[in-house]
Structure formats: structure tokens, C-alpha cells
């Protein structure tokens, strides 16, 4: 598990985007409170997904309108198709932490 934000940078609602091992992860909060990580690029145009909306447990990618479910990463409307990876992500002591 590797520390990559503060606890207090990822309000309800929103998503960040952080580098663990060079790789790009969204991590997002939904307004129920709950962190998930997922891949940062969107599998049908790698767009970020940090920069989408958060509704619900899903972040809809702002430029095609693809939403992902941040539990599973799978697609939940075109026009993706293919799944982002999820990373394990926790949270203590004031800190977000991301395993891949």
C-alpha cells in the first residue's frame, strides 16, 4: 500500500487523479463517503476519469459519457466496452492509501 493523498483532498462526490508506481489512478469518494481506485484512463478514448462526475458509485467519463461502476471498473453504457482495472484503497490515520 503506497500513501498518495490526504484524506481531506477527495470530498464526497469527486475524484482525483493520483501517480502510484507511474501509473495514473482515479480515486474518487461517492457522496455516501465511500474511496474507491480505479484506472485513470478511459478504455474507449484515454480520457482521465478523474476530470468526470461522480454519481452515485459510478464516474461517468466527461467526454464520451461512459459510466464506470467504481466497485468492478466494468462499463455501465457505450459507447465503452472493456472494464478499467480497480485497485485496493484504504483509508486511516488522515491518508488515502492505493495498492495496485
Known sequence: MKSVA???DVTPGSAIRVKVDGIDVCVARTESGEL???DDLCTHGEVS????DVMGCAIECW???STFDLRTGEPQNPPAFDPV???ECTERDGEIYVKL
Open 85 to 87: 482495472a480497480v485497485y
Open 63 to 65: 467526454l464520451h459519457g
Open 36 to 38: 474507491h481506485a480505479i
Open 49 to 52: 476519469l478523474s476530470e468526470g
Open 6 to 8: 490526504k484524506s481531506t
